[in-house]
């Protein structure tokens, strides 16, 4: 089957950096995708890896680990406004490329 | 810059109801899908739509459910008869390529809350 494995918290401190990992299990895994939502809002795009390694953007990376079944998201120099649950999905090519979504980390940003 | 608008943003109905769900996607884009999420869950796949057909639905879009393409813009969501656990938010998404091609990027609304009672 498929599932996604998330921390469903995680709390850090303003300007700290904080990484939420995601393991998954795919049959047709094709590429892992990263999304910000502040509650109440609609998700947004954040970033994709379809292949090992690091891509950045600004203060966010996502990293990939095919052999691992393995990613993660880092944000860096935390701020207020990045409190927000992210989610990381993936593209299932078994699934006509569909995302499979985790269930999301919430996560809590302090003074 | 280009967005994905939903109506309404709120609909409080009875069960029993019909609903119906629109968006209007990004222009240029090819495919579209609903998600829906229940309040403080994960977001989870409903439909996806390409060339005025269905292309993938999930065990959720049962027959109680249809999408429709109208006409050249609105994209709607049709619930036949609603039930207490149809309460969630609806999401409206839209993309250039199938799952958002080569980043996987899809495009949300902001979404239609509905209530049923």
């Known amino acids: 089957g498929q599932s996604l494995e998330q921390p469903s918290e995680v709390t850090a401190v303003e300007g700290a950096i904080v990484q939420i990992n995601c393991t998954y299990q795919?049959?047709?895994?094709?590429?892992l995708s990263w999304y910000q939502q502040h509650d109440g809002g609609a998700p947004t795009f954040l970033s994709y890896n379809g292949l090992d390694g690091l891509e950045e953007t600004g203060r966010f990376s996502s990293f990939l680990s095919r052999s691992d079944s393995y990613g993660y998201l880092l944000l860096q120099e935390l701020q207020m406004k990045d409190s927000a649950s992210y989610f990381c999905a993936v593209r299932d090519s078994h699934s006509n490329y569909q995302l499979i979504w985790g269930a999301g980390t919430k996560l809590i940003i302090k003074p | 810059e280009p967005e994905v608008t939903q109506t309404p943003s709120h609909q409080v109905t009875q069960m029993g109801q019909e609903v119906i769900l629109r968006c209007v996607p990004i222009?240029?884009?090819?495919?579209f899908y609903w998600y829906r999420q229940i309040l403080g869950q994960k977001v989870e796949f409903l439909v996806s739509?390409?060339?005025?057909?269905?292309?993938?639905k999930s065990e959720i879009f049962d027959d109680q459910f249809s999408v429709e393409r109208p006409d050249g813009s609105n994209f709607t969501l049709k619930i036949r008869s609603t039930k207490l656990e149809d309460s969630a938010m609806y999401f409206c998404?839209?993309?250039?390529?199938?799952?958002?091609?080569?980043?996987?990027?899809?495009?949300f609304g902001e979404g239609s809350r509905l209530t049923v009672l």
């Open positions: 739509f390409y060339n005025n057909e269905i292309s993938e």
């Open positions: 998404a839209s993309s250039e390529t199938v799952a958002g091609g080569g980043t996987g990027e899809l495009f």
């Open positions: 795919t049959s047709g895994f094709y590429g």
């Open positions: 222009s240029n884009h090819l495919y």
